[in-house]
């Protein structure tokens, strides 16, 4: 076990980063966090910041002689860095599981050799991929960029081969993923976590809603049936086996008619439909994330109360102004959590905010209320950043 008083790398900054490192100091480490903006959320508040490249020699160097253990908040740390400091110290994940999960093209070949259900895909990496892709797929259908995509971006909604080509275009051309439109009843995630020795440890099911692309809100436990969650659990427990995994994960599942369950996306990190667990688990996923990476015993994922998360982007941010934050500070049942950003801009996650309450019904309604008192709130000469 690495205890409390050990330093600790984190690869990334952002948010998740930030709240790794609120939940490791709590614990008693030190952070050092790696991450190219000098703003970094998570820099702020961590025992050192190297302000550099993920492949930067001299950070790596600094990483791989003061920490005990390393870990990453996003997936698009090249594997080549997590493979070097991997000779040096413990890294959790590792540079293989990433390396899947970085990649649609690996990933959805992995899901299908391992025999989890997917939506039907073609992988198009040239221009005469296309048409054939489309045949597969039947239309409408949708083309992801194997890499670097999240959040709704590079991915494209195509009804015919023109519009397949015009988004291949624009997405200049970069290795893609064509995939069938499902029609979805509903959106579900599991945050699992799995340690060294093999014991793995899963949170309740979260039912999810996106808009444009991006995670809205977070409702848990799902309303879905027993039957649908219970089949999650399952295929998460089994797809962090299968990967090896040590850590935490996410995976996502889109519902459709009867039940019927496809793995949408793998997330080799902790994930924004995990944050409820901030405030209603015994264990929130980034404390988790600690113990995993550290080899401590994992942490009870019990449910304390039922709770709604949602986002908050930078369309509530005008002229630099705070949105009227004492509407959501008269909900008691309340929980505000900002990431530290200091550039508000639409689309950009800049918090969230969980509402407990005894019924999920009763957390959706508080949540609810909060939104809309945030977004009618009227604000003299109020435009968007």
Not at 159 to 185: G, K, N, Q, Y
Request: proline share 6%.
């Amino acid at each position: 076990m690495i205890l409390p008083g050990a330093t600790l790398g984190m690869l990334g900054g952002g948010q998740l980063g930030r709240m790794f490192t609120l939940a490791a100091r709590t614990l008693g480490y030190n952070v050092i966090v790696l991450d190219p903006d000098p703003a970094s959320p998570a820099g702020e508040i961590a025992s050192e910041h190297l302000c550099a490249d993920y492949q930067d020699p001299a950070a790596l160097e600094v990483l791989a002689r003061t920490c005990a253990a390393i870990s990453t908040e996003f997936e698009n740390v090249p594997a080549a860095t997590l493979e070097r400091l991997a000779h040096r110290c413990v890294v959790r994940p590792s540079a293989q599981a990433v390396a899947i999960t970085q990649d649609r093209i690996h990933e959805k070949t992995f899901l299908c050799e391992g025999g989890f259900p997917t939506a039907r895909f073609a992988v198009v990496r040239d221009e005469a991929d296309l048409a054939a892709a489309v045949a597969h797929t039947g239309l409408p259908a949708l083309l992801k960029v194997s890499r670097f995509g999240y959040d709704g971006k590079g991915q494209a909604r195509v009804a015919s081969l023109t519009e397949a080509r015009a988004a291949w275009e624009s997405m200049r051309r970069e290795p893609c993923v064509l995939e069938e439109l499902l029609d979805l009843e509903t959106e579900v995630s599991v945050v699992i976590a799995r340690g060294a020795d093999g014991l793995q440890a899963t949170y309740p099911v979260a039912e999810n809603v996106h808009r444009h692309g991006i995670l809205d809100v977070s409702i848990v436990p799902a309303r879905v049936g027993a039957a649908v969650q219970d089949e999650a659990l399952a295929m998460a427990r089994s797809l962090a086996e299968r990967l090896e995994y040590v850590g935490v994960l996410a995976i996502e599942f889109f519902v459709l008619a009867g039940g019927r369950l496809v793995v949408n996306e793998i997330a080799p990190r902790p994930h924004n439909s995990g944050h409820y667990t901030l405030d209603a688990c015994v264990t929130s996923q980034f404390e988790q994330q600690v113990r995993a990476l550290c080899g401590l015993p994992l942490g009870s994922t019990t449910l304390l109360t039922p709770a709604v998360m949602v986002n908050l982007l930078g369309e509530l941010w005008c002229d630099g102004h705070q949105p009227p934050w004492q509407h959501l500070f008269a909900q008691p049942s309340a929980k505000l959590h900002l990431y530290g950003k200091h550039e508000p801009r639409p689309g950009r996650k800049m918090g969230h905010y969980i509402c407990l309450a005894e019924t999920v019904e009763a957390a959706l309604a508080a949540a609810m209320t909060i939104r809309h008192a945030l977004q009618a709130a009227p604000r003299t000469g109020c435009r968007c950043v």
